[in-house]
């Protein structure tokens, strides 16, 4: 095209715009192209011969006439740009716009967001989500559905990422954790102090879940069995209470969810009934609840989710003592979250490990070592801001979970998403099985994202520290 363009031995336009007779706007473009609807890429790759199915074009020749088309609205557009407010705003616009595709924003609410992503200048997937938090909130504010059927206090408990170390930290191993932005929140009121029929109700309004805590834990279901303890071990189970939690942490993903919702209800109970416990008791009050919801938790999630800052921790094991280090970063880590949408249980991958484990113990001692080793390395890159070095040790620790078996095949793909788009490393994160991954991305995140999203997965962007 650009030859033809150039044939007179000057470059000129391939378009011509003018107003017809009638006083319509005519375009025309005359420009070189082989265009055919058979073989070839037809029937090598399938998008094509989708493409070709959605556009319904009977021949080369329409093919043709629609490429045209599309070729002159693309140089209208561009003529318009540069004659009205200049190409650079249009391709701010484009950017803002990626970028709130990116971060989420339902077609709703699309528009809005683009709208403040610019008014704002700063175009990034970070603004743009929490754009989306405050429009939607605005939007059930205003339909007067906000989730919350009270206007009690909320307390939080944070989401995490484990960027080195989990499974090898149950045996023993260091790991280096730190929250995102996603927190679980919620809130407690006292019931109805007359009713003859007291007992603590527990409402996720976004799940659905409306239950009665059963009193006898016996009687309780897997949801109620880990919140269970902390209303026992408060003795407040024969109280009159609605608990309301609101998880803004995904359900399954491998980002402390479970940990978090421990953490913001003993919270909430701690302010309602003034019982001024420490961040250590909170703490441990958590651990008990992940022992009943994993098993043989490390304690890591219910540390994170309770201090809500990047450390690096130890548990206490076989005569160690248990070590919590806050690392103190140069400069925040700029990292992807993606999200697989396939639940997992951590319980079953920290099993399914332990059994490996109890057959082969030299074996998986020895993986446990390497990730125990590169973990320490790793507090030096998180430190002083190596990314390089960082991403080298990601990719090496997500090989090494690979080799315990705790991958899967969506995150094998969104690894090699990542890493394939630029990530520095990529690898599992918290239990594998499904769940989540963490990308280090400093450059173009968005594109990142953009990828993962194209393949069905989802994306956000994190900054750590
Ligand atoms: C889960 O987030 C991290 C694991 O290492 C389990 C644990 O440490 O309790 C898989």
């Given at each position: 095209?650009?030859a033809?363009a150039?044939?007179?031995g000057r470059?000129?336009s391939?378009?011509?715009?003018?107003k017809?007779?009638?006083?319509?706007?005519?375009g025309?473009?005359e420009i070189p192209?082989?265009?055919?609807?058979?073989?070839g890429?037809?029937?090598?790759n399938?998008t094509?011969?989708?493409?070709h199915?959605?556009?319904g074009?009977?021949?080369?020749?329409e093919?043709?006439m629609?490429?045209?088309?599309?070729?002159l609205?693309q140089?209208?557009?561009a003529i318009r740009?540069?004659?009205?407010e200049?190409?650079?705003q249009?391709?701010?616009t484009l950017?803002?716009?990626?970028?709130?595709?990116a971060?989420?924003?339902?077609?709703?609410?699309?528009e809005?967001v683009?709208e403040?992503?610019?008014e704002?200048?700063?175009?990034?997937i970070?603004k743009?989500?929490e754009?989306?938090v405050q429009?939607?909130k605005?939007?059930?504010q205003e339909?007067?559905s906000?989730?919350p059927?009270?206007n009690?206090?909320r307390?939080?408990?944070?989401?995490k990422?484990i960027?080195l170390?989990?499974?090898?930290?149950?045996?023993?191993?260091?790991?280096?954790?730190?929250?995102?932005?996603?927190a679980i929140?919620?809130?407690?009121?006292d019931?109805?102090?007359?009713?003859?029929n007291?007992?603590?109700?527990l409402?996720?309004?976004?799940?659905?879940?409306?239950?009665?805590l059963?009193?006898d834990?016996?009687?309780?279901?897997s949801?109620q069995r880990?919140?269970?303890?902390?209303f026992?071990?408060l003795?407040?189970?024969?109280?009159s209470?609605?608990?309301?939690v609101f998880?803004n942490?995904?359900?399954?993903m491998?980002?402390?969810?479970?940990?978090?919702?421990a953490?913001?209800?003993?919270?909430?109970l701690?302010?309602?009934?003034?019982l001024?416990?420490t961040?250590?008791e909170?703490?441990?009050?958590?651990?008990e609840c992940?022992k009943?919801?994993?098993?043989?938790?490390?304690?890591?999630?219910n540390?994170?989710?309770?201090?809500?800052?990047?450390?690096?921790y130890?548990?206490a094991?076989e005569?160690q003592?248990?070590?919590m280090?806050p690392?103190?970063?140069?400069?925040?880590?700029?990292?992807v979250?993606g999200i697989s949408?396939?639940?997992s249980?951590?319980?079953?991958?920290?099993?399914?490990?332990r059994a490996a484990?109890?057959?082969?113990?030299?074996?998986?001692e020895?993986?446990?070592?390497?990730?125990?080793?590169?973990?320490?390395?790793?507090v030096?890159a998180?430190q002083?801001?190596q990314l390089e070095?960082?991403?080298d040790?990601?990719?090496?620790?997500?090989g090494l979970l690979?080799?315990l078996?705790?991958?899967s095949?969506?995150?094998?793909e969104m690894v090699?998403i990542c890493?394939?788009?630029?990530?520095l490393?990529?690898?599992?994160t918290?239990?594998?099985?499904?769940?989540?991954?963490?990308a280090?991305?400093?450059?173009?995140?968005?594109?990142?994202i953009?990828?993962?999203r194209?393949a069905g997965?989802?994306?956000l962007?994190?900054r750590?520290?």
């Amino acid at each position: 095209a650009h030859a033809y363009a150039a044939r007179s031995g000057r470059y000129t336009s391939l378009t011509r715009w003018y107003k017809g007779d009638d006083g319509a706007l005519v375009g025309e473009i005359e420009i070189p192209m082989k265009v055919g609807t058979v073989g070839g890429p037809l029937q090598s790759n399938p998008t094509v011969a989708l493409n070709h199915r959605l556009l319904g074009a009977t021949s080369a020749r329409e093919l043709a006439m629609v490429m045209g088309t599309v070729g002159l609205a693309q140089n209208f557009s561009a003529i318009r740009a540069l004659a009205t407010e200049g190409i650079q705003q249009g391709h701010m616009t484009l950017h803002a716009r990626s970028v709130a595709l990116a971060a989420g924003a339902s077609p709703e609410i699309f528009e809005t967001v683009v709208e403040r992503l610019i008014e704002g200048g700063d175009i990034k997937i970070w603004k743009a989500q929490e754009i989306v938090v405050q429009v939607k909130k605005a939007m059930r504010q205003e339909a007067g559905s906000e989730e919350p059927t009270s206007n009690a206090p909320r307390s939080q408990g944070h989401g995490k990422i484990i960027l080195l170390g989990e499974h090898a930290v149950v045996y023993g191993s260091h790991a280096i954790a730190a929250p995102v932005p996603l927190a679980i929140e919620a809130s407690v009121q006292d019931g109805d102090s007359g009713s003859a029929n007291p007992g603590v109700d527990l409402i996720i309004p976004r799940w659905g879940v409306e239950s009665r805590l059963h009193k006898d834990p016996a009687h309780r279901d897997s949801f109620q069995r880990s919140l269970g303890i902390v209303f026992d071990k408060l003795g407040l189970t024969e109280r009159s209470l609605r608990i309301e939690v609101f998880p803004n942490v995904p359900r399954g993903m491998g980002l402390g969810g479970s940990a978090a919702m421990a953490v913001a209800v003993i919270r909430a109970l701690d302010q309602h009934f003034k019982l001024g416990h420490t961040d250590d008791e909170i703490n441990a009050l958590a651990f008990e609840c992940e022992k009943v919801a994993h098993g043989t938790p490390s304690g890591i999630d219910n540390t994170v989710a309770t201090f809500g800052k990047p450390l690096l921790y130890r548990r206490a094991h076989e005569g160690q003592p248990l070590l919590m280090k806050p690392l103190d970063l140069s400069k925040p880590i700029p990292l992807v979250v993606g999200i697989s949408g396939k639940e997992s249980l951590t319980a079953k991958t920290v099993g399914g490990v332990r059994a490996a484990w109890q057959k082969n113990p030299e074996l998986y001692e020895n993986i446990f070592r390497q990730i125990d080793a590169l973990t320490l390395q790793g507090v030096d890159a998180v430190q002083n801001y190596q990314l390089e070095r960082l991403g080298d040790l990601m990719n090496v620790c997500h090989g090494l979970l690979n080799a315990l078996r705790v991958s899967s095949w969506e995150i094998e793909e969104m690894v090699q998403i990542c890493r394939e788009q630029g990530a520095l490393g990529a690898k599992l994160t918290g239990g594998g099985g499904g769940g989540s991954i963490i990308a280090l991305a400093p450059e173009h995140p968005e594109r990142v994202i953009a990828a993962l999203r194209d393949a069905g997965y989802s994306g956000l962007e994190v900054r750590i520290g």
